[in-house]
């Protein structure tokens, strides 16, 4: 089946230590997307992919990186730079960039816990 | 970065009662999206609206884009248990540039 798998599902990290999040789509969509959730506060936008080796920063991109080598791939990474990473991080993508539809569809999320 | 307000932040309600909840922006939109998310997964698309005034229903679901392009209304009638989550509203605006999502509503059923 075609969709958006996220992994791990879980994870704890200590603290000044960097952790990746994977994020897959077979979906064959050109545009990958990271949001944020924290209770309360919707979703918040960490950086976007439109195309392969293109991204940008999205409103809260301070502490995280990311990389788009390969067109199903869009791999997050929370830096130890991040003051506050413990949250559920969604992944998300989309046949065009933001000009199409605007209709996102979502992996299961990663929750990262940092102890 | 903008957000849209989302109202109200939670309900609590019977089985069989029906919902309603809006989302309201201080900017205008040409695209309003509803999405549900059940715990612990990833939102998932509910309705789609593109155009001003328009009205459209999915199931039990009625939403509505606002003739002003500033809000948007979702209606659900007789819930059901698996109602239950968190109803997000989400916004283009005009130039089309990145979605804005809202706070989103929570849906409790009491039984």
């Known amino acids: 089946d075609g969709g958006i798998t996220q992994s791990p599902k879980y994870l704890f990290r200590k603290e000044g230590q960097n952790v990746t999040l994977s994020c897959e789509q077979n979906?064959?969509?050109?545009?990958m997307y990271w949001y944020r959730q924290d209770p309360g506060q919707g979703l918040r936008l960490i950086y976007y992919?439109?195309?392969?080796?293109?991204?940008q920063k999205g409103d809260i991109a301070e502490g995280y990186s990311v990389s788009r080598e390969k067109k199903e791939s869009f791999p997050l990474t929370v830096t130890s730079a991040q003051k506050n990473p413990t949250a559920f991080y969604l992944c998300a993508s989309s046949l065009g960039g933001w000009g199409y539809t605007g209709e996102l569809f979502f992996g299961e999320g990663s929750r990262l816990t940092v102890l | 970065g903008q957000q849209l307000n989302q109202s109200p932040q939670s309900m609590f309600i019977q089985e069989g009662e029906d919902v309603s909840m809006n989302c309201t922006s201080s900017s205008i939109f040409n695209t309003w999206l509803w999405y549900k998310q059940d715990p612990g997964e990833g939102p998932v698309l509910l309705i789609a609206l593109y155009k001003a005034g328009e009205l459209t229903s999915n199931g039990r679901l009625t939403a509505q884009f606002g003739i002003t392009r500033k809000d948007s209304f979702l209606n659900i009638s007789a819930s059901i248990p698996s109602d239950v989550g968190i109803y997000f509203c989400?916004?283009?605006?005009?130039?089309?540039?990145?979605?804005?999502f809202g706070t989103g509503t929570r849906l409790t059923i009491i039984p």
């Open positions: 979906l064959n969509h050109d545009a």
């Open positions: 989400a916004g283009q605006n005009v130039g089309n540039e990145k979605l804005t």
């Open positions: 992919s439109q195309i392969v080796n293109d991204f």
